[in-house]
């Protein structure tokens, strides 16, 4: 099953997914949901509902109900990492004839629990998986900003040097060797096979979901270590949030309520970068036009 041509696809953030269970209008929410859109439920979702523990029963209840009453008129994703994996793979065993649209994405297991249930009612594995969700960020946090120190030192004595804008830092040349270097490590992960420059530039320009991907890590790095803390805007998304660009070119819409906004700033510059005909919005400007409908 495909998404009805004649309904933009929207994927919602897991911020965005508590916001619209928290609505007062809930009711009428979904119900325009699925009427106008095609639902797509990430599988960052449903995991991120899975690792909701025991503790917050009450909400993890509220959250699954919500998503079975979002799945049957739309679908489900699979993860980011699979997605990955698949399109790689399917472009190194014949890249001229590569379309990045011929790989499935709908993910019908996901659909499946979410109607039995079960891997819900794990609370162990929802403890472990939390603990797996905080981690991720950590070593994603670390490791974006292990020379944040050494260049604010550099940058301090030659301030003229550090870019005022993601703009200006995709221009470094240390950036774009940087980029290449990215994608040839994740291309090399399900291929063992390191493409060369030229192969992994069309790679890049032919596969949007590689792409977005890409980018949002050049995202992470500008923003751990070269953004200058004193600008106002932040970028400062963690893993998991930088992980669902991936889904960025399986939708029309996506929608986050994050707070600080920062998930929505780094996606925004993905999808500026990347040339993603994608909108991002936060839940209430998504609800508020679809009440103008």
Not at 82 to 109: C, D, G, M
Not at 156 to 173: D, G, I
Request: aromatic share 12%; net charge neutral.
């Amino acid at each position: 099953m495909q998404p009805m041509k004649t309904k933009q696809v929207v994927i919602f953030d897991t911020s965005a997914l508590n916001e619209l269970t928290d609505d007062r209008e809930s009711g009428a929410v979904i119900a325009g949901l699925n009427t106008g859109f095609w639902v797509r439920l990430s599988e960052t979702n449903i995991g991120e509902v899975a690792a909701t523990t025991k503790k917050y029963l009450a909400r993890k209840r509220q959250l699954v109900q919500l998503c079975n009453r979002l799945v049957p008129p739309g679908d489900c994703i699979y993860p980011h990492n699979w997605i990955l994996s698949e399109l790689i793979k399917l472009h190194h065993q014949n890249p001229s004839a590569f379309n990045w649209k011929s790989v499935e994405v709908r993910f019908p297991e996901a659909e499946r629990e979410l109607f039995t249930k079960e891997m819900f009612e794990d609370d162990q594995a929802a403890q472990e998986q939390t603990v797996h969700a905080r981690q991720q960020n950590k070593n994603y946090a670390d490791l974006s900003s292990l020379v944040r120190n050494p260049l604010d030192e550099y940058f301090a004595k030659n301030p003229s040097t550090r870019p005022n804008n993601f703009s200006e830092y995709l221009s470094l040349p240390q950036t774009k060797e940087a980029i290449l270097t990215c994608a040839k490590l994740i291309y090399k992960w399900p291929t063992n096979t390191i493409p060369d420059d030229t192969a992994i530039l069309n790679f890049i320009d032919i596969c949007p979901p590689f792409r977005a991907l890409v980018y949002a890590l050049a995202v992470g790095l500008y923003e751990y270590s070269f953004r200058d803390l004193k600008t106002e805007t932040s970028f400062r998304a963690g893993a998991f949030d930088t992980y669902m660009s991936v889904y960025l070119p399986y939708c029309d819409q996506f929608v986050t309520a994050e707070k600080r906004e920062r998930q929505r700033n780094a996606l925004e510059l993905v999808k500026v970068s990347a040339k993603l005909p994608v909108q991002i919005c936060s839940y209430n400007d998504f609800r508020n036009r679809l009440f103008l409908k």
